[in-house]
C-alpha cells in the first residue's frame, strides 16, 4: 500500500549552482536487485507497523526472494531502491541494467539527518537505504493501454518531508511515459491525510467512489476445488 507518513521536519532546497552547501544529502533511485532483499524486507514490516496492519504481514526474507525478481524489470514485479548518503555517489550506477539509468538528485539541508538506524540499513559505509517503491504491469480496457500499478510506497521516517517521495513515484510515473503507458495507480489509506494531500499536490485523482474488493486466505483457498462445485 503507498504510505507518506506525517513528520515534523523542515523543508528541504533543491540545488543550484549558486547555493552554498550547508547539509547536502546525495539521493538515488536505482534498480533493486536480490541482495537487497533484507533492506526490502525490514521496510516492508515497518510500513506495516505505520499503517496498523503487522498483525498480517507474514512476508519473510525467504519468501520475498523467491517471488521478486523471477522476471525482467517492468515486465512483472519491479522495486526501486532510494539510497542516500551525505557524500556523491562513486558509483553512479552499481547495478547496469540497459532498462533504467538511476535518476540521482541533491537536496541542500539546514541541519543533518539523524538516521538512528543507519546499521541496519546500511549498503556500503557511505550509502543508506532510505526508502523504496515495489510496482508492477495492469491493464486498462477503457484505454486500451498497460500502466503501474504501485503496490508499495515507502520513505523511512527520518528522510521524510524531504522530497523523497516524491523521487521515487516520478520515478515509476516517468518510467510508465517512457513506456507509452496509459497510467499509474495506487491505493491509499483514508486516514493518511499528508498522503492524500501529497499526491493531489501531484496531480493524482482521488477516486472516492470505488472500492476495494479482496479475496484472501480462506476465502480464497474456499475455491480451490472450484470445478467441483
Excluded at 549558486?18 to 537487497?36: E, G, K, M, N, Q
Excluded at 521496510?43 to 520475498?64: D, G, N, P
Excluded at 556500503?124 to 510496482?135: M, Q, S
Excluded at 499509474?184 to 492524500?196: F, P
Aim: glycine letters at 4%.
Amino acid at each position: 500500500m503507498a504510505t507518506l507518513p506525517p513528520t515534523s521536519t523542515g523543508t528541504p532546497n533543491t540545488l543550484s549552482e549558486d547555493s552554498p552547501l550547508l547539509y547536502p544529502l546525495f539521493a538515488r533511485v536505482r534498480l533493486a536487485t536480490p541482495s537487497d532483499v533484507p533492506h526490502i524486507h525490514k521496510q516492508i514490516h515497518q510500513m506495516a507497523v505505520f499503517e496498523r496492519l503487522s498483525h498480517v504481514c507474514s512476508a519473510t526474507e525467504a519468501s520475498l526472494a523467491a517471488t521478486l525478481f523471477n522476471s525482467p524489470p517492468f515486465q512483472s514485479f519491479t522495486v526501486f531502491l532510494l539510497e542516500v548518503s551525505r557524500t556523491p555517489f562513486l558509483n553512479p550506477d552499481p547495478n547496469p541494467n540497459p532498462s533504467f539509468v538511476p535518476i540521482s538528485r541533491t537536496i541542500n539541508l539546514d541541519f543533518p539527518i539523524e538516521d538512528p538506524e543507519s546499521k541496519a540499513f546500511r549498503i556500503d559505509e557511505d550509502v543508506t537505504v532510505a526508502g523504496f517503491v515495489l510496482f508492477f504491469p495492469n491493464y486498462s480496457t477503457f484505454l486500451a493501454k498497460p500502466g503501474f500499478y504501485v503496490e508499495d510506497l515507502f520513505v523511512r521516517e527520518c528522510y521524510r518531508r524531504r522530497g523523497l517521495g516524491k523521487m521515487l513515484l516520478s520515478a515509476v510515473a516517468k518510467q510508465a511515459v517512457k513506456l507509452g503507458y496509459g497510467r499509474v495507480e495506487w491505493i491509499v489509506l483514508d486516514w493518511n491525510v499528508n498522503a492524500i494531500k501529497f499526491y493531489e499536490e501531484m496531480g493524482a485523482k482521488i477516486l472516492q467512489e470505488w472500492r476495494i474488493c479482496r479475496l484472501t486466505g480462506e476465502a480464497l483457498d474456499a475455491y480451490r476445488h472450484f470445478s467441483d462445485l
